[in-house]
């Protein structure tokens, strides 16, 4: 099992950035994807983004393409969400997310949550306009 410590989240004014960080350890293994999911008040859960182990392939919800990226540096075990360009409708609770041991990060675009096998628990993100 792996655990997932999210940080970073906070209070920002809409046009403003963030930056998140999800700290793993455990069982994390040399091929295992990462990426990030959101909860609005009242939504499910959405996919956001996420990375390889290389960090040679990347995939973002489209509505934050252009605006967010995700990126990771391995020997310290930490993935990051910098978010640019904060839009009101991107306030939610941010998780980080490991898909199953030897899944591809791309099945938590296609599949969402119930490819996710470790969640962190959850840093707010609250942008005002």
């Known amino acids: 099992q792996v655990q997932l410590v999210e940080s970073g989240g906070g209070l920002a004014q809409a046009g403003g950035s963030l930056r998140l960080s999800c700290a793993a350890s455990?069982?994390?293994?040399?091929?295992?994807?990462m990426g990030w999911f959101r909860q609005a008040p009242g939504k499910e859960r959405e996919f956001v983004a996420a990375?390889?182990?290389?960090?040679?392939?990347?995939w973002y919800v489209g509505s934050v393409k252009g605006r967010f990226t995700i990126s990771r540096d391995n020997p310290k075990n930490t993935v990051y969400l910098q978010m640019n360009s904060l839009k009101p409708e991107d306030t939610a609770v941010y998780y980080c997310?490991?898909?199953?041991?030897?899944?591809?990060?791309?099945?938590?675009?296609?599949?969402?949550?119930?490819?996710?096998?470790?969640w962190g628990q959850g840093t707010q993100v609250t942008v005002s306009s």
């Open positions: 997310a490991a898909p199953a041991p030897g899944s591809s990060p791309l099945s938590l675009l296609i599949r969402g949550p119930r490819s996710v096998s470790s």
């Open positions: 455990g069982r994390t293994s040399s091929n295992h994807g």
């Open positions: 990375i390889t182990w290389s960090g040679d392939s990347t």
